[in-house]
């Protein structure tokens, strides 16, 4: 016995199956993707705002040569958006037989910016060394 073709040309029912599976992995590819790319995007921005505001407080400290010549600096604070900054200053001598003639003082200064992710706390660091003339000393610059 032959079958008669249907006049229908449909697809069958394992076919339409293999087809919805598909579908389905490559849409929940692209939704993951997409959910990484935000998260990504949203650390990346948090990053960007940390150090933007680090580097400006870095560069109001590092330019108080007062505060540095009477070794008083602050120990930190609260920027805006809920960061919070907080800094080490110590003298800095690798060379200590050579400290004595060397007409500056040096300092290495780090600065930290902190603020809450979610259930993490992240932090960026910024280090950059300060010289300041020592007492009874005059540096002179030429050009």
Known sequence: MRRKKSENGGFTLLEVMVAMTI???????????LATSMHSASASKEFARASILGKREFELLLNRDKMFKNEDWP????????????VTITP??????????????????????????????????????????????????TK
């Not at 579908?23 to 993707?33: D, H, K, N, S």
């Not at 120990?75 to 907080?86: I, K, R, S």
């Open 23 to 33: 579908m389905g992995i490559v849409v929940t590819t692209a939704l993951e993707l």
């Open 75 to 86: 120990a930190g604070g609260e920027l805006e958006d809920g960061y919070q900054w907080d």
């Open 92 to 141: 800095y001598s690798k060379y200590e037989d050579e400290e004595e003639s060397f007409p500056l003082k040096v300092y290495l200064c780090v600065l930290r910016v902190r603020w809450e992710s979610g259930k993490r706390t992240k932090s960026v660091e910024f280090k950059a060394f300060k010289t300041v003339p020592k007492s009874g000393t005059e540096v002179v610059v």
